[in-house]
């Protein structure tokens, strides 16, 4: 620190009196120094205010001095309480120069003085509001609840959030857009399966894709042999020959060599075995977008995070953890239009409330509705839970029964799982193409988005729902069936295992009526192996209860509008 000349005229005065004193036998008192001048000024800096609580707060530039160095002493609380006291000019100034990033790199330690200044811009309704990049605060949040490592961290940062979507309402539709791509991509993943041939056999879509297009290309090298054959006939044809007048005057014998040959050639061109290609560009179509709305994904995922090395982790991962970030985030908002600090009425033990006050019904094998007034619900969440606690039963006993898989526990588990996560998936596919067909035979824009198209669609749906119980779904039955079989090649006995078929034929018919209800149920597809979460996981009775650690999946989460239904059984 450089003297200043009052000070250095402090110091020669001081020296001197000491000298006068000394002369005159008195101790005189130490000498004052530069650096006690300093030392002294350094406290000045970092005392506390007055009582009054009205100094240096007139000054932004005091204000924002004052905020830094109590941030870099982690001294959030005094932070706040000095930003509670700032008045709409003073704040207005203090937030266009505040350096938010590394209040960001301080969450969730810094959380309170974050949600002092939201807290006082909410308050003070200031007109036009200040440019706070409130969404870097929100990603930043879901950033870290994305990848949990700090305990206490929903206490620190609840209030945060709920100041965020009370001064930034739209912050939270802009969340539940970015998770429900995030799930999207995650769900567009899992189409990248086997497909079924033209005689139902599951093989690779490019090897489905080869077959299909040799068998055009030797169908329209008969064709176009035929037309060599014709060409005698069609070809270089006087266009006189081809009037009106002619075209009425040709005899009975002429018409039935042309459509004799025209006929010929329908029969080679028009083969059902020929109509796979579309359905496989189509697939192949829907692949390419699901890819790249996944690396989109991915790409916004590497600008939350740049630590997150989206390179080496498993995209479904990551997209999956990202997803529950924004979930979390979404929960601690609160309810959608109610007052700061409502949330801790509407959740209680991670369990939502539903209106009215009466908390969702639970048992131990882990059911849960969160809509106990519709009896519709309460119907599928039972017809789930019989699936689970009597039919898998029956399917599992009749799987110990045969000799090659008796032993292997967990790969019995794993059977039965995935017929249950497969039925899903499937009839949710069929479901799409189905509305698709519709569209296609209408003539309708596939990507339309008309009011008619969605009329249309609607009434499809409805459809659908009307006949779930007895619309055919044999060719999703042996899908289900072969797709495991073709992995599980080395097992021939589970071919011939009749309760293993019927548990596929109730999952899939159970499926397909779920997804066609008027809110449609689906499976919660986050299968990782972390820590078990009340809220959606169900611990087995025979598993390790010293343990939060997930070990398998047993059964899946049932979903319904963004609520857990039926909580997924896990072993720990």
């Known amino acids: 620190m450089e003297p200043t000349p009052n000070m250095l005229k402090q110091i020669l005065l001081k020296n001197h009196q000491d000298a006068i004193l000394l002369s005159q036998g008195i101790q005189p008192s130490p000498p004052l120094s530069i650096c006690s001048a300093s030392m002294a000024d ?15 707060l007139t ?61 006082r ?166 692949r390419v977008e699901n890819d790249k709305e996944v690396l989109s994904c991915v790409g916004q995922v590497r600008r939350l995070d740049s630590q997150a090395l989206v390179e080496k982790r498993p995209a479904a991962g990551l997209l999956m953890n990202f997803s529950r970030g924004c979930e979390v985030v979404l929960h601690m908002m609160g309810p959608e239009g109610g007052p700061p600090g409502s949330l801790s009425g509407s959740i209680s033990m991670g369990k939502a409330t539903p209106p009215g006050g009466a908390s969702g019904s639970s048992c131990s094998d882990g059911y849960h509705s969160d809509d106990s007034g519709s009896d519709d619900g309460s119907e599928m969440v039972s017809l789930y839970r019989s699936l689970y606690v009597e039919n898998r039963a029956d399917a599992l006993e009749a799987l110990d029964s045969l000799p090659q898989i008796k032993h292997a526990h967990s790969l019995k588990g794993k059977i039965l799982f995935s017929m249950i996560v497969l039925s899903f998936r499937l009839c949710h596919g069929m479901r799409e193409r189905k509305v698709l067909e519709v569209r296609r035979v209408l003539n309708c824009s596939l990507e339309g988005s008309s009011e008619t198209t969605l009329a249309l669609d609607r009434s499809v749906r409805q459809h659908l729902h009307e006949t779930a119980d007895s619309f055919p779904l044999g060719e999703i039955e042996r899908s289900v069936f072969n797709q495991v079989l073709s992995t599980l090649h080395e097992y021939p006995c589970l071919e011939s295992c009749p309760p293993l078929t019927h548990y596929v034929s109730a999952c899939v018919r159970l499926a397909w009526r779920m997804i ?23 611990r087995h009775p025979q598993a390790d209860r010293r343990s939060d650690l997930i070990k398998a999946f047993l059964w899946p989460a049932l979903m319904q509008n963004n609520q857990c239904a039926f909580k997924a059984v896990v072993a720990t």
């Open 42 to 56: 350094s406290r000045e800096r970092i005392r506390g205010p007055s009582r009054d609580g009205r100094e240096f």
């Open 59 to 119: 000054s932004p530039r005091q204000v924002l001095r004052r905020l830094m160095l109590l941030s870099e002493g982690r001294q959030y609380r005094e932070a706040a309480g000095v930003v509670g006291r700032l008045g709409p000019s003073v704040l207005r100034s203090v937030i266009a120069e505040l350096p938010l990033d590394l209040l960001l790199e301080h969450l969730p330690h810094s959380a309170y003085l974050l949600e002092s200044f939201f807290t």
């Open 121 to 286: 811009l909410t308050t003070l309704n200031t007109t036009p509001k200040p440019e706070v990049p409130s969404e870097t605060v929100a990603w930043q949040l879901v950033r870290l609840f994305a990848n949990p490592h700090e305990s206490g961290l929903r206490q620190r940062c609840t209030r945060l959030l709920q100041a965020l979507a009370q001064y930034e309402p739209a912050l939270r539709q802009t969340v539940r857009d970015r998770r429900r791509s995030f799930d999207n991509a995650v769900q567009g993943l899992g189409v990248h399966g086997l497909t079924t041939d033209a005689s139902g056999q599951l093989i690779s879509l490019h090897v489905a894709l080869k077959t299909e297009l040799q068998r055009h290309v030797d169908t329209y090298k008969m064709a176009i042999h035929k037309l060599e054959e014709l060409s005698m006939v069609t070809v270089n044809q006087d266009p006189a020959h081809s009037s009106h007048q002619r075209l009425l005057a040709i005899n009975y014998g002429d018409i039935q060599q042309r459509l004799i040959d025209n006929k010929t050639l329908l029969t080679m061109l028009d083969k059902p075995a020929l109509k796979q290609l579309h359905t496989l560009v189509e697939n192949l179509s829907t």
């Open 516 to 538: 066609n209800q008027k809110s449609p149920y689906y499976l919660d597809m986050d299968f990782n192996l972390g820590f078990l979460r009340p809220e959606k996981h169900e």
